[in-house]
């Protein structure tokens, strides 16, 4: 998870972009989008409005992006398999297969793929490498979360 201070995250994307000011927007987007999804699955409350601020990012704001129109053809593929991912991942929390929870426990983050990915398009592989390094270090490496207490929520 991202951290909550807008300033930090906004540095975060920076760094992973290398000052690009459209891949960072392009990011800020994503992480948005992919809060909203969660949020739309996981609450009841206020789900009109979070559908209807999924679409808007979705429809309006990402394709006014240059970064993303640039590089549609590469993050597109990217973009599906993560949300193949994250479905699948709900749907083997539940499974009987030991280690189909486990994969779906990992797989639910599979948005990090899209922050590799960005940092690879603006950097080239080290760069991406590095990012993925600082992405976990930032968003992932506080957590205890256990594959246990996942299947519990």
Known sequence: MLPSDPEAVRAA???????????ADFLAEIAAIARLADDIVDEDENRQRNV???????????PQN????????????????????WELSDEWRSSHDALKRQFGFVMREAVGSIVTATAA?????????????????LCHSGSRETVEDWIKD
């Open 121 to 137: 398009i603006c950097g080239g592989y080290d760069h991406a490498k590095t990012t993925t390094e600082d992405f976990f270090e």
């Open 13 to 23: 994307f920076l760094r992973w972009t290398l000052g690009d000011e459209a891949a």
């Open 66 to 85: 240059v970064f993303f129109n640039r590089h549609l053809a590469a993050l597109a593929p990217i973009i599906h398999t993560v949300i193949v991912q």
């Open 52 to 62: 209807c601020w999924l679409l808007v990012r979705t429809l309006t704001r990402l």
